[in-house]
């Protein structure tokens, strides 16, 4: 797999090098930069001692940005830096808990696909260098954690490009990323172990082309691309990604157990503009929570599966930017899984039955007009389980529960209905 990676690379950034040198002087507008988030899928290492592969938890997150230049036609480079967060899978060989940090740099080469529709799909590769750090792994020594080291890494890249208007693209790919060569892991400078790392991501962001001039030029001339109009109108559909922030668990009113921040949670809304300033809306998500291992439980997770109604005020104007506020209310699924008792170490791995309760969350954010369908929503909320609950196992059982989750999300809004400038703005 490794020769494959390389050959890839270097066939993407030779093409792409010749291209900028046969079609010079490049057309006007040429960089473009980009945010995105990532999660892991079936990420795993390998270990020389024990010549094993274990595998970390899916949906671990991510997050990047990337600075690029097109050449003419189908080519284009790339920067890109990007941090990854994975969580070992507790019923692996190595380690019950832990996790692994990683952070790289890549140089990547693009061959792009473009045709005359709003879809633009690639493919690319690239090469970079890596930071990478193992935290708080507990093998049967006991919980450790690893110096750092740095490591070349490889990776192929498959994704599909949108065009939102002139300026605004969303992009999603998947990439295959790995180390080129096996590193030696140390702790306090002693040799433990021989590792190397495979984390195939899928990321979702946005794009922006600096300068849009000459980026198809027939897209630009669409109507429907035109920026003049204002959203309006009434219903609204969208989805989005989370990330909790400083989220708990209180058991039995005394026991408290933090949770890792940046777990991973997704979901959409359906919502109706009832005039310039108020609407009302209807989202489902989910979330999955990692506890941090600080406190009483060191391991353990919690899947969070809401369903709220809510009201906002939206803070109407004349600019791109539209500030709001809100508040909701509806009923979560809880579902507590895999704690491992510190207190009592024959505890390990339990897992309680579902429960349901009501719950409320307050909302802040702002919503960015892309065009007139079109809108990226970022937003901060403070989600309460409000009542205490009884959590069972198998039917029996009386420790009481309540879970709190501030997060922060981010997605896409679209309208169905705009309408001109002189009605009421977005």
């Known amino acids: 797999m490794k020769k494959t990676i390389i050959a890839i690379a270097g066939l993407i950034i030779t093409v792409s090098a010749s291209a900028g040198a046969l079609n010079s002087p490049a057309r006007v507008g040429p960089w473009y930069a980009g945010l995105f988030y990532s999660t892991n ?25 990337r600075l690029g230049y097109r050449f003419p036609k189908i080519f284009r480079l790339e920067a890109v830096a990007h941090y990854m967060r994975r969580l070992i899978a507790s019923r692996e060989h190595y380690s019950t808990s832990g996790e692994s940090r990683i952070g790289d740099g890549m140089l990547n080469a693009y061959a792009d696909f473009n045709n005359s529709t709003h879809f633009t799909p690639y493919i690319g590769a690239g090469f970079g260098y890596a930071r990478i750090k193992y935290y708080n792994w507990a093998p049967a020594g006991g919980r450790g954690s690893f110096d750092p ?60 082309f600096l300068d849009p001039l000459n980026f198809n030029k027939a897209k630009s001339k669409d109507s429907a691309l035109d920026t003049t109009s204002t959203l309006v109108n009434p219903w609204y559909l969208g989805a989005f990604l989370s990330t909790n922030v400083a989220s708990k668990i209180v058991l039995d009113s005394n026991s408290i157990n933090r949770y890792k921040n940046l777990g991973l949670g997704w979901g959409g809304r359906l919502g109706y503009r009832l005039s310039k300033f108020f609407r009302l809306e209807t989202a489902s998500s989910y979330h999955r929570l990692f506890l941090d291992g600080k406190a009483r439980f060191s391991s353990g997770r919690a899947g969070v599966t809401p369903i709220m109604l809510n009201a906002y005020v939206d803070f109407s104007n004349r600019s791109c930017f539209t500030p709001y506020i809100g508040g909701g209310f509806g009923y979560a699924k809880y579902r507590v899984s895999n704690m491992t008792d510190t207190v009592n170490p024959a505890n390990a791995h339990e897992s309680f039955d579902a429960f349901y309760a009501a719950s409320a969350q307050a909302i802040a954010g702002i919503r960015y007009k892309l065009g007139q369908q079109f809108a990226v929503d970022f937003n901060a909320t403070y989600f309460e389980q409000m009542h205490v609950r009884k959590i069972k196992q198998n039917g029996s059982g009386s420790t009481k529960a309540k879970i709190t989750m501030p997060t922060l999300n981010l997605g896409i809004v679209y309208f169905f209905g705009f309408n001109k400038k002189e009605d009421i703005d977005a």
């Open 149 to 208: 080291y740095y490591a070349p890494v490889a990776q192929v890249i498959a994704g599909v490009m949108y065009s939102l208007n002139q300026h605004f693209s969303i992009n999603f790919n998947g990439t295959y990323w790995q180390e080129i060569k096996v590193h030696k892991l140390k702790q306090n400078g002693v040799f433990i172990d021989k590792v190397k790392n495979f984390v195939p991501t899928l990321n979702l962001g946005v794009v922006y």
């Open 41 to 65: 899928i079936a990420s795993r290492y390998w270990s020389e001692n024990l010549s094993y592969t274990s595998r970390f938890n899916n949906f671990a997150p991510g997050a990047g940005a």
